[in-house]
């Protein structure tokens, strides 16, 4: 019987669980990017909490494009210095890091009268308001290099690995899904056009990064959109393909009708999930059963019989958890002492703000 408490590897990297602080923005960063004490507190935390693996809030990788504030940078070697102070308190920790990687898009509402705003087409957002301009070749070219450069620089800065961040509808999410990629050229059309980004992305930061590099990617299982977004049965075609290039590890999510205000538009459909327990497992066993590499699970995951089931029904090798552990960053470790301990996250997502992601009852206990 597999347990959630003992050493498991994505590609060369053991973790000492199977526990993994999925990417959360904290809104807590410095205006351009980089760390602070604050910062490296909330990871020290995080590390000493008991999680094999911390995914970093995303970080973007051109400097014109910034989707929140205060997010993490990593569109210049000026954060390789902040990288090595920030992975030398987690790995003395004895946790594992990786730094996630995006670029923003459409979906954004910081600074927007203020900069270019890419998409794969010039469709308006419905959700944030915003039409992009479409990127030409080269856009698309210097974002891919920049990708590749931002990898470079996480490495040197000590991190374990990074992923890329092709879900949630950001700009990577955008180019798979056929409502916002109407293009007519070779990035257009069938969903091998619509993922040549991404492996372009993939292709390049294995060309900056050392072979055994670990390059996880975070996709949607769908975008739940009624007729018009990115579908299961293209994920699984696009996560083969990654598999047989060599991506180390695929997180599932589902995009971006969770993540959308109360006032969101988007002609999405109301989505039905078998359990409010790791919500997304029913797409994630049977992508799991269908590549060669470590699936890890993202999405309601707090319950801790659920998980070790699917561990040991599925071939899910991995839980990522997000709200749960910015309500209480010690809850592996609570686990570890009590498996039917209850965390007190309700999911009731009180712990978003424009201005930055922290616990509603941590906020409410400091008044």
């Known amino acids: 019987m597999k347990q959630l408490f003992e050493p498991a590897n994505i590609g060369n990297l053991e973790l000492k669980n199977r526990f993994i602080r999925s990417a959360t ?86 600074n927007v009268d203020k900069r270019e705003i890419w998409g794969p087409s010039a469709v308006l957002n419905k959700i944030s308001g915003i039409t992009p301009k479409e990127m030409s070749i080269e856009n698309i070219d210097a974002l891919v290099k920049a990708f590749g450069k931002s990898a470079k620089r996480a490495m040197e800065g000590g991190f374990d690995g990074v992923e890329i961040h092709a879900g949630h509808g950001y700009l990577l ?21 619509r993922a040549r980004i991404i492996y372009e992305v993939f292709d390049r930061i294995r060309s900056s990064t050392s072979p055994d590099f670990p390059i996880l990617i975070k996709l949607n299982c769908s975008d739940f959109m009624e007729n018009k977004g990115f579908v299961f049965e293209e994920c699984k075609e696009v996560c083969k393909n990654l598999s047989k290039k060599g991506i180390t590890a695929v997180e599932i999510s ?78 592996i470790n609570q686990w570890k002492k009590d498996k039917n301990f209850k965390p007190r996250c309700t999911s009731c997502s009180l712990c978003f703000t424009p201005e930055s992601n922290s616990c509603i009852l941590d906020r409410e206990n400091k008044k």
Do not use: C
């Open 25 to 110: 923005w904290e809104g807590m960063a410095e205006d351009n990017g980089h760390f602070n004490d604050k910062i490296y507190e909330i990871y020290e935390n995080l590390a000493k909490g008991g999680v094999g693996a911390i995914i970093t809030g995303y970080a973007y990788v051109l400097k014109e494009e910034q989707p929140s504030p205060k997010m993490f940078g990593a569109y210049d070697d000026s954060f390789i210095e902040d990288y090595k102070k920030l992975t030398k308190i987690v790995h003395k920790n004895n946790s594992k890091i990786i730094l996630q990687l995006v670029y923003g898009g459409s979906f954004t509402w910081f």
């Open 254 to 331: 589902g995009g971006p009708v969770f993540r959308a205000p109360k006032t969101e538009k988007e002609p999405t459909k109301k989505v039905s999930l078998s359990s409010n327990d790791s919500y997304f497992s029913e797409y994630a066993k049977e992508l799991a059963s269908e590549i060669e590499v470590p699936l890890i699970l993202v999405g309601g995951n707090r319950n801790f019989e659920v998980m070790e089931n699917l561990l040991n029904q599925t071939k899910i090798e991995f839980f990522s958890i997000s709200r749960p552990l910015l309500s209480e960053p010690d809850l």
């Open 173 to 193: 999410s955008q180019f798979l899904s056929p409502y916002f990629n109407r293009r007519e050229d070779k990035y257009g059309g069938s969903i091998e056009n």
